[in-house]
């Protein structure tokens, strides 16, 4: 986990790929939707469907090559909260078929800032999961061109007061 400043000092890096998380807004309204018309009608989800909880965003990485080694993320937070990244599955389809919950990735990403800590604090986060999460990522970048990501603002966080991006190195 790297601070914002560092990561600007490594962008320019010929020989490492940094890659910007984005916001689906199209997916996530879609999904928004799907949760209003089953409440509207009264209708239940399917089994095993995974709504998306008013808290939560699709963001997507789009992956330029795809033999890649995970070398490092970088978050930026501003004021305090949690934000939990999840993985989805290569075998979801958005724009056929709804979100199970058995294609939700693990381990989750999750990083934050308690709201006693100084805004200048560094933010915390699980590092093995972490680490181990952006293996995955790496791996699964291999069969996928694009990949999908829950996000999740608790505590505080919103999508407005973010950024994250994942460093790799490309495999010669």
Known sequence: MTSKTDMDNHKGSSE?????????????EMMRLRVSSLQKTGQKRQEGERLLLP???VYRLDFPVQELDFSRWYFSLSG?????????SQHWTPDLTNLMTRQLLEPIGTFW???EDPEESPLKCLEADMQEFGERIAELAKVRKVMYFLFAFKDGSTAANLSCTIEFIPEN
């Open 16 to 28: 490492k790929l940094v890659l910007d998380f984005k916001e689906d807004t199209a997916l996530t």
């Open 55 to 57: 808290y939560e965003a």
């Open 80 to 88: 305090h909260g949690r934000v939990t990244i999840t993985g989805i």
């Open 113 to 115: 800032r308690n709201a």
